[in-house]
């Protein structure tokens, strides 16, 4: 015989309670290794997914509204070592079924055989040709179509020339297609092609690049360039490629004099940037700027000539307020040297607002209808206007009075076509007409003709790419990046798994208390034979490490099948914070081992700690210090309990003293403490009673001393019943009512009606008579919309780690009392926190609001944080992120002001975001005005209320499966009271055994053993209960929460009925052994 | 070989408020292969007092003195070698390791002895043997009666070849014919192994079968 030997017989031989035991570990550590595995699978298949939806792009060039030509691609591919692929990249509009199915949100890609090799396809892509299609496998699922159908794809209209710049017009800026459907593209066929950092696969549509580009009338462009590697960083990408385009990348168009006296210099988006101005000047800085502008009327005593091109080529050194005129304006207004005469034109706002302004200037010259003033080329090439036939034709951006169009304008137009008609000083031109597409419509250098050549050559090498907007992108690292950091779902199901680990672990520890205890006196025996305590804990500590291993193998098998339930509910009833199918089981050995040792070290501790206890107590010869060592205990306890609850109160009183703001997380720590608090308290009493005289007068108090008996044990039972009821009541009350006062301004909807995104982006402002007029739209609700700078979605739908969410730029004054904040400086949320966003903080520092869980766990950020972006001139900007707003319909993005957006994001087109304000009542008035009218352009809208809830239902998902384990974790406290019950019930069987004797009926027994349980059940579901109500206060004192008292009331008493269901089964059973009836007889 | 000076002991109440004298100023000498017999009610201190020479409970007062050295001087070491080799212990019930079979149980005490365990598997042979025990050695003690259980608690004790032998209500729980036999076996080691024997007993019948009888009352021992 030796120690191992000992442990070994003792195993087998207490093999059922061993038994108990070992599935007691195996649930903990299935539990923490399934949230491991768990953990492994998500951050596997957000991998995986990067690799799906990447193909073999590591570094994209995005040039946004901007088109290179198709030759940049072709000279990189020559030129270095990497093959890149041009995509003609548009946002379209799915319609099938006559109209009936329709998705608002395809990107469409133009491609060609260079994309086959980003795919790892062979003749997929290239073999597309007319109206064929592939489309992704999801967007043929909702449209309900195959290869061989046919239907509607409606796309943003691609031009050269900003649809938003000044005078262009907007209309059309959709074309029509009728596609026919080659193939269905499944994830290995690159079918789910994203840049985003999103597990959710777009809507994805591929077409040839050429047939795009014949529709677009584009001529062989491209907005997307994608590197299948062979690039070392972004910033040498960025010199590559600047040092490989040409003017035709940059919009220029360079164009010699007949007369080869000069070159002139034009942009394709009719306003030169400011940038590539710049860089003109650098090579040749005696180049002319030039700025022509269209404008509404030159007028003189009562006489007006309307729409004329006025323009800054002169020679002449004009003051700010002299003009120049042509003989034909002089003889129709009868101006002349020294008059005064006044221009009027618009200036153009963000959403096309146009401001009408005047300006007087004073006639210094009246030049002949000649050279060089007779110039039509010094007209901007604006589609629509420059090139109309006659007036009458013209489609400008700007409302045109026809009416107002004489017959000699006919004559004008069909003469000198644009030719301005007045001349001015640049620098009035600028201070008048800049805007943020830039200063001047052309340069002109006074070269011959061999100039144009070597400008071509010199001034692309002097813009850097970025600066006009292309952006450089190490997607495949950042993706993976992402991936990386994104949700950790071994720490959520790990938090979430919490009490269910507590609760296998307090299960554990009370199985093996239960063991030793029942071994009591075998110990006492081995220490009489003089077998020190440390052989004796050896000797059972052995026998625990075989139980807990073999445990925690059971463990690891039962973790796998943990795993596969779980994803089973992320794919099904929890896919809500998930949001996508391609979730896929990983299983990692060493996963499984950390897995196995954590919970083998929990199982040790959880088994040591009472052995050592017990041994020690063998050990110990003083016996009677028990006694004073109790009473001290008990002290000890009732000190630390009430000064834990006094914290707990103390907090809760600064709370309220503090007036309004509330700070839950306040809330949630008085409760903890109170919990703690009130357990220690509990066993302070037990202690108390325990070493204290009481007098047995009926059944209950019977039943307390019979608790007290083994205090520890009735402490666990409580413990166990304290935190689940905690748990459950605090889960169910964090819970959120999805549609509770949304309507409010101060609610997560900010009061708003609906909440919209469109396609194609809306150019006017929608608060314009014209502009509803235009598109149909009625009256009675107020439309505010926000422009968009493409990002992530930061929002708790997207399982990645987001570094740069979308912006969105909005009119501050526009959310003036709306929304709620939850964080920010204490001086930041007094008064109107939307103010925030106007200040001007130092240069490339803007200020920013998101939504609080934005900030926090999308972002991993706090109130204060930067973060950093391109702004559209290259250069970076860092939102600093002011004010956190309560849960909202924002979740996602990162909210900036109108102005600072349009200062670092000049050129941005239009509006793509909307809040639709109005009367409830008239909610389906407005959902058919806005449908109806906006259907072109993409227009999905959907109640504010039900994208709040959305976000929502992934938090109350996350509370649901809170609740689930917590539920479980009760189920195991349950088992725990049962065995608990049923052991003391045999151990005690001489004692009823002598009850029964005595005359104690069944019934007086049962009731007895159940008053004992029953105790020890209210002590835990009371105690857990208040506490819960505490943490969760400002749940119950807010409307937007299911919280309620009769919730509360509720589940008290399904947690006391199955208590009591449970006591009174186990306690029959006891009862009824055979055992007693045997003990009785020994008795 | 064993004296015991002036021991006191008292327990308090569950309150501490109330201290119970049980023992008051106990005195008694042991010497080589003596056997004695102590008397007295239940609840006099009797199992205390065991507890006190088997050094598993501490007195208040008063000493313990083993072959000239006060027990409470002993280290924990050492306390653990006295128990295991100097002093075996026989309890009312058998407190056998339910898990291990007869041969096994009175080899426990070897586990931590440093004595030949060839030696010890030969001497407890030859006891299963004359106690008749050996043909069931590989049973465990559940399918034993409750003399032949108490039988081998005897032997687990005589195991290490002790010098005192403490056994407390061995025959508590056992009928009149296994009374005898556990009497006769405890009287033929004291004969044959020159074990001293302190036993403790209501029996006055088998008191009367030790050289020395006490009465322990009111806390003190009397001669008898």
Known sequence: MNPFKLAIKSLIYYRKRNLFLALGIAISTAVLTGAFVVGDSVKYSLNRIVELRLGAVTHTMESGDRYFTLALADTFSRVYETDPAPVLSLDGIAIAGGGKRRINDVQVHGVDKRFDRIAGTDGYYGGLTGDSVVISRNLADRLSIGPGEEFLLRMTRASLVPVNAPFVSDDENTISLRVAIRDVAGVYELGAFSLENSQTAPFNLFISIERLNDLMELGGRANLLLFPGGVENTNELEQQVAGLWDVRDLGLKLQGDPGGKFTEIKSERVFIDDSIANAILEVRPGARPILTYFVNYLAHSGRSTPYSFVSTFTDSDLRKDEIIINEWLADDIDAGFGDTIRLGYYVVGPLRELDPAEKKFVVREVVPMEEPFLDQRLMPDIPGLSDAGNCRDWDTGVPISLDSIRDKDEDYWERYRGTPKAFIAVGQAEEMWENRFGKYTSFRVEEGQDAARALSESIPGRVRPSEIGYRFTPVLERSSFSARNGVDFSELFGGLSFFLLAGAVLLTVLLFRLNIGEREEQLKTLRATGIPARTVQRVLLLEGMIVAISGGIIGIFLSVIYNQLVFIALNSIWRDIVRTDMLEVAIRFPTLLTGLGISLLIAMAAIYFPLRKQVRHLANRACSKHFRKSRMRSKILFTSGITATAIALVLLVIQFLNGKSVDPGIFFVSGGLLLVGGLVLVYGYLERLGSGKSQVNDLVTLGIKNALRNRTRSITVIMMFALGTFLVISTGSNKKDLFVNADERSSGTGGFLYFAESTVPVLQDLSDEAARLDYGLGDGYKVVQMRVAEGDDASCLNLNRIQTPRILGVDPRELSGRFSFVSGTGRDLVGDPWELLEQDLDKNVVPAIADETVIKWSLGMTVGDTLVYQAENGRQIHLVLMAGTAPSIFQGNVLISRDHFLRYFPQNTGTRVFLVDGPVEDSTMISEDLEAGMRDLGWEMEYAAARLAAFNTVTNTYLSIFLVMGALGLLLGTIGLSIVLFRSIIERREELAILRAVGYGKKKIMRMIMTEYLLLLLAGTITGSLAAVIATLPAFMSRNSGASLEMVFVIVLVLLLNGVIWIRWITGIGLRTKVLGAAMRNE | ?224
């Open chain 2, 1 to 224: 070989m064993l004296k015991i000076e002036e021991v006191y002991k008292s327990f308090g109440n569950q309150a501490g408020t109330e201290q119970q004298q049980v023992l008051q100023g106990i005195g008694l000498e042991v010497g080589e292969g003596e056997t004695i017999a102590i008397l007295g009610p239940s609840g006099s201190g009797k199992s205390t007092l065991m507890n006190i020479i088997g050094a598993l409970e501490e007195p208040d007062r008063g000493e313990v003195i083993y072959r000239g050295r006060k027990i409470n001087d002993y280290t924990e070491k050492e306390l653990d070698r006295f128990r295991n080799e100097e002093v075996g212990f026989v309890f009312q019930f058998h407190q056998l390791l339910p898990q291990c079979n007869l041969q096994e149980n009175v080899l426990i005490p070897t586990l931590v002895s440093k004595a030949d365990r060839k030696e010890k598997r030969a001497y407890a042979e030859s006891l299963l043997k004359r106690t008749g025990l050996w043909e069931h050695r590989h049973k465990l003690p559940g399918q034993l009666s409750g003399g032949e259980c108490q039988r081998t608690a005897v032997i687990r004790a005589m195991i290490n070849r002790p010098k005192l032998l403490l056994a407390d209500e061995p025959t508590g729980a056992l009928d009149g014919r296994n009374v005898d036999v556990l009497t006769d076996l405890l009287m033929e080691l004291n004969r044959d192994e020159k074990v001293a024997i302190i036993l403790v007993t209501h029996s006055r019948e088998l008191a009367s079968r030790m050289g020395k009888v006490y009465e322990l009352k009111n806390g003190v021992l009397h001669q008898q």
